[in-house]
């Protein structure tokens, strides 16, 4: 594979969701993530397409979401989906996607990050369920040790994840 990685802005949009319905199936928009990032615009600067040539081949999509706890709203970055094409997974194509994404967010300073996922795979990048044991999501169903995180500063410990367009913040 002669793999390129560029930002997400680069891929045609129908092109990125024909390679999500391959990686997901087409019934991936009743996922909680899909519903907590829903309505909000992807990240640009977090967000990367993998080339093999001209065919799109993976993408790694990020978006803003929040923790409401007790005291305040904060501002966390949600990754995903990570998705590879079905035909070129297990070559290296994920992971060049997430080395990326890990030396964006330290060049972006996005220091609180979280995604629903795999911690087997994604330990590799620091992401543990080790701190959000205590966060809940109330936007649909998602198993509690897939809830993972990457902290560089200190978040809430126990708070709902909520979408950014919530009409609690949208209203603030
Ligand atoms: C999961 C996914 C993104 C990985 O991308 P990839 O390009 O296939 O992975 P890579 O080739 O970079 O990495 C392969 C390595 O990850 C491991 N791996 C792949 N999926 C894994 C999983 N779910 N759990 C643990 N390890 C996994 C492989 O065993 C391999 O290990 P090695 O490096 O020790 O040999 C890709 O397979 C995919 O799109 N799957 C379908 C959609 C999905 O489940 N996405 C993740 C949810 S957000």
Request: charged share 25%; net charge neutral.
């Amino acid at each position: 594979m002669n793999l390129r990685l560029s930002p997400l802005t680069e891929a045609k949009p129908q092109e990125v969701e024909a390679l999500l319905d391959s990686a997901f199936g087409a019934d991936r928009h009743g996922r909680t993530a899909y519903r907590l990032r829903e309505g909000t615009a992807s990240l640009g600067e977090l967000s990367f397409a993998a080339w093999d040539g001209s065919r799109l081949v993976g993408s790694l999509q990020s978006w803003p979401v929040a923790l409401r706890t007790a005291v305040h709203v904060e501002r966390l970055v949600m990754v995903g989906p990570v998705a590879v094409l079905p035909e070129a997974q297990g070559q290296g194509v994920g992971t060049a996607l997430m080395d990326a994404l890990i030396a964006a967010a330290e060049t972006e300073r996005a220091d609180a990050l979280m995604m629903i996922g795999d911690p087997d795979y994604y330990g590799r990048w620091g992401f543990t369920a080790e701190q959000t044991g205590r966060w809940r999501i109330e936007a649909g169903p998602y198993e509690q040790h897939r809830l993972l995180a990457r902290l560089r500063r200190t978040v809430g410990a126990q708070g709902q994840l909520i979408s950014v367009r919530h009409p609690e913040l949208v209203s603030r």
